[in-house]
């Protein structure tokens, strides 16, 4: 109370820096529209996208496999996927590539490193895991599990949490497969 009796002004709280800054987002204008959190949810992807490219080159050079791109690691782990051999065009589909041309050449550099080799699969060509190919996923999975795994699960994220989300993404990647589409129509 101040003198006299009379109850001293309350100090305005301070919003939250939250409220000050506006979402963490790449570009203001584009979260500026009808949903911030839409443009927040990018930006967040483009930071685990990156993170991501750079975590699977570098794990498979840990693995000792070399000189690899981000594509080229996702076809070899595809493509040793259920010990299947697939198709270009099932590669390409379940990684949602639409040049395929970028996968045969991952293919092809591939199978020069004698992870993958070719074949037939009746008229069409189709590619299998070489032995070599299996070691080398098989030590980034090793890798993965001492580096990536442990880390994630001192977060105390529930395996449902993280399943929860990988519905949400893959819902998510087809509302943008859809814009695209309608993108290329204008």
Not at 30 to 41: H, T, V
Not at 82 to 94: S, Y
Request: charged share 25%; aromatic share 4%.
């Amino acid at each position: 109370m101040a003198k006299g009796g009379t109850p001293e002004p309350e100090a305005a709280a301070e919003p939250p820096l939250r409220a000050l800054l506006g979402p963490i987002v790449s570009s203001a204008h584009l979260a500026a529209g009808a949903s911030p959190a839409l443009s927040e949810f990018e930006f967040g992807l483009i930071l685990v996208g990156h993170a991501f490219d750079r975590w699977m080159v570098r794990c498979m050079a840990a693995a000792g496999v070399k000189d690899c791109s981000p594509l080229d690691v996702l076809v070899l782990h595809t493509v040793n996927h259920r010990g299947r051999a697939k198709r270009l065009a099932d590669i390409c589909l379940v990684l949602n590539v639409e040049d395929t041309h970028t996968v045969a050449y991952a293919l092809k550099k591939l199978e020069r490193l004698r992870l993958v080799k070719s074949g037939r699969a009746g008229k069409e060509k189709s590619v299998t895991i070489t032995p070599e190919g299996e070691a080398a996923c098989l030590r980034y999975r090793e890798i993965r599990e001492a580096l990536l795994v442990r880390a994630v699960r001192s977060l105390g994220l529930d395996e449902a949490v993280l399943h929860d989300v990988a519905q949400r993404m893959r819902a998510l990647s087809g509302h943008y497969d859809q814009a695209a589409r309608a993108a290329a129509s204008l």
